[in-house]
């Protein structure tokens, strides 16, 4: 099940429109369909691991950076000895999804949610640590701080700021709305900063040639609003956040276009990738 990207009645993974309101539904290709980790327990754990993680490594290259540049961090892995780290990590998982099982305590949603929060893990810490000279744009080491962490126990407006690093961004990145000129949030609120009265606002980025707020992106505790130029508003709830990837130096969110600049494209692609694991 999905929930409408603009009124969040509940519909069937596969609608095209929402039924209440009429919204179109962004579609899921066949592929992401089973994009989540499947393990079957009847054969051996640990080497099903190591080839969905080079699988899930690939996907992450492929979405978030450059799929040229799958090879390169691929080969990164021996030299590195991250192949060790992920071996001994993944004998551990195994044993621990054995004894899972044996108490009784394994759903399949739940070992695919392990299996996932996993390869998160290892791929966040790999992708930072160990080749940061092939990253296109530095990814922040305080992203690793937010592993195993339940979303109940983050302050969003902090995981936001760690994500992103916007004091390191040329962009003009408004997170006091009280000190955002009121001409600039009146245009934003009419382009296309239109939340809820209730739900908060994190930050609000001018993105507009002019300066005059009426293109860029705000991030709010429920989602991410935006416009592009020459573009329709956009709204990606966290709650439906189906598929995020990198087109060459812009990125696409539920189908949609999105460009705040290479950095803060790259950056922002593993902020909703976790918010997505999260909100799941």
Same mark, same amino acid.
């Given at each position: 099940?999905?929930?409408? /990207?603009?009124?969040?009645?509940?519909?069937?993974?596969?609608?095209?429109?929402?039924?209440?309101?009429?919204?179109?539904?962004?579609?899921?290709?066949?592929?992401?369909?089973?994009?989540?980790?499947? /393990?079957?327990?009847?054969?051996?754990?640990?080497? *099903?691991?190591?080839?969905?993680?080079?699988?899930?490594?690939?996907d992450?290259?492929?979405?978030?950076?450059?799929?040229?540049?799958?090879?390169?961090?691929?080969?990164?892995?021996?030299?590195?000895?991250?192949r060790?780290?992920?071996?001994?990590?993944?004998?551990?998982?195994?044993?621990?999804?054995?004894?899972?099982?044996?108490?009784?305590? @394994?759903?399949?949603?739940?070992?695919?949610?392990?299996?996932?929060?996993?390869?998160?893990?290892? @791929?966040?810490?790999?992708?930072?640590?160990?080749?940061?000279?092939?990253?296109?744009?530095?990814?922040?080491e305080?992203?690793?701080?937010? *592993?195993?962490?339940?979303?109940?126990?983050?302050?969003?407006? *902090?995981?936001?700021?760690?994500?992103l690093?916007?004091?390191?961004?040329?962009?003009?990145?408004?997170?006091?709305?009280?000190?955002?000129?009121?001409?600039?949030?009146?245009?934003?609120?009419?382009?296309?900063?239109?939340?809820?009265?209730?739900?908060?606002?994190?930050?609000v980025?001018? *993105?507009?040639?002019l300066?005059?707020?009426?293109?860029?992106?705000?991030?709010?505790?429920?989602?991410?609003?935006?416009?592009?130029?020459?573009?329709?508003?956009?709204?990606?709830?966290?709650?439906?956040?189906?598929? /995020?990837?990198?087109?060459?130096?812009?990125?696409? /969110?539920?189908?949609?276009?999105?460009n705040?600049?290479?950095?803060?494209?790259?950056?922002?692609?593993?902020? @909703?990738?976790?918010?997505?694991?999260?909100?799941?």
């Amino acid at each position: 099940m999905k929930k409408c /990207i603009r009124c969040q009645v509940v519909l069937s993974v596969d609608a095209r429109f929402c039924s209440n309101c009429g919204a179109p539904q962004p579609e899921l290709e066949a592929t992401q369909r089973s994009s989540v980790p499947s /393990i079957d327990l009847d054969l051996e754990i640990e080497p *099903q691991l190591t080839e969905k993680f080079f699988l899930a490594l690939k996907d992450r290259i492929e979405r978030e950076h450059r799929p040229e540049q799958f090879t390169a961090y691929s080969e990164r892995m021996y030299p590195s000895g991250f192949r060790d780290v992920i071996a001994r990590r993944f004998a551990q998982s195994a044993d621990r999804l054995r004894n899972m099982e044996s108490l009784g305590m @394994l759903e399949t949603s739940q070992l695919n949610w392990f299996v996932e929060d996993l390869f998160e893990e290892l @791929l966040d810490f790999y992708i930072i640590r160990y080749c940061k000279d092939l990253n296109e744009v530095e990814l922040p080491e305080a992203i690793l701080k937010y *592993q195993n962490i339940p979303l109940s126990e983050i302050n969003l407006f *902090q995981v936001v700021k760690d994500f992103l690093q916007f004091d390191h961004e040329p962009e003009k990145i408004y997170t006091d709305l009280l000190q955002m000129p009121l001409a600039k949030l009146k245009n934003a609120s009419q382009a296309f900063l239109f939340p809820p009265r209730d739900e908060k606002i994190l930050l609000v980025s001018d *993105q507009s040639l002019l300066g005059n707020g009426k293109e860029g992106f705000a991030i709010t505790a429920r989602g991410l609003y935006w416009k592009a130029p020459f573009q329709k508003s956009q709204i990606a709830l966290f709650t439906n956040l189906v598929d /995020i990837r990198r087109k060459g130096d812009w990125i696409e /969110i539920n189908g949609h276009f999105f460009n705040a600049g290479l950095s803060l494209n790259v950056k922002m692609l593993r902020l @909703l990738g976790r918010l997505k694991m999260w909100h799941r």
